[in-house]
Every structure is written in structure tokens, then in C-alpha cells.
């Protein structure tokens, strides 16, 4: 089973930058699909970011799109969440995933697959 560790989250202003870290142990990294979920409070959990295991294709929901950049260091085991640009909306909690799936009605992730999360706050 994989472990996730996420990093790199904090307060931000609107328009800043931040860069969110994860670091993957357990399973070989780049074997796999990764992402990134949020969730802000009282909401459901949604995608926000994905990379396949070659590091070859990205996808993104809309709302960051142009914003957000995911990539990985194969070397450090690592995925990465560069995100700029940053809106008050933005604020949640970031988790790091392993294997999402997409569905015709959305993505979804298994129980065991996402780290502890990271807390982004964006103010205006």
C-alpha cells in the first residue's frame, strides 16, 4: 500500500504562489497514476489535478486550468502542485492521491489511497 505525505500548504494572498509537495513511499513511484484532490469544509472532496504514471499527461479540472501545474521528481518520489495565480476560492484542504479513476460522472479514489492533506488558505 502506498504512503502519502503532503507538504507546502499555508496562508497565501490572492495572486501569490505556492507550491505543494508529496512525497510517496511503499509502492515504486512512477508506476502509477497521481493526483491531487481538495476539499473545502462542508463540501465533498473534488479533483483538481492528475498525471499518469509516465509523467506523459495532465489533466486538470477547470477551475484551475492555467493556474495549476502537477509534475513529479521520479528521483525524489515525488509529486508536485504548483499553483498560481491564487483566488480566496482556492482555500481548502489538498490531498495527494494514488490511482485516481475517472468515471463518465466524475473521479474516485480508493479509501487507501490519499495522504493526510494540507491546508491552503487564500486571502483577498
Not at 35 to 40: P, Y
Request: charged share 20%; glycine share 12%.
Amino acid at each position: 500500500q502506498v504512503q502519502l505525505e503532503e507538504s507546502g500548504g499555508g496562508l497565501a494572498r490572492a495572486g501569490d504562489s505556492l507550491t505543494l509537495s508529496c512525497v510517496a513511499s511503499g509502492r515504486t513511484f512512477g508506476t502509477y497514476n497521481m493526483g491531487w484532490f481538495r476539499q473545502i469544509p462542508g463540501e465533498e472532496r473534488e479533483f483538481v489535478a492528475a498525471l499518469n504514471w509516465r509523467g506523459t499527461n495532465r489533466l486538470y479540472s477547470d477551475s484551475v486550468k492555467g493556474r495549476f501545474t502537477i509534475s513529479s521528481d521520479i528521483d525524489k518520489s515525488t509529486l508536485y502542485l504548483e499553483m498560481t495565480n491564487l483566488k480566496p476560492e482556492d482555500t481548502a484542504i489538498y490531498y495527494c492521491v494514488a490511482e485516481p479513476t475517472r468515471h463518465a460522472d466524475g473521479w474516485s479514489v480508493s479509501d487507501g489511497n490519499w495522504g493526510r492533506g494540507t491546508q491552503v488558505t487564500v486571502s483577498s
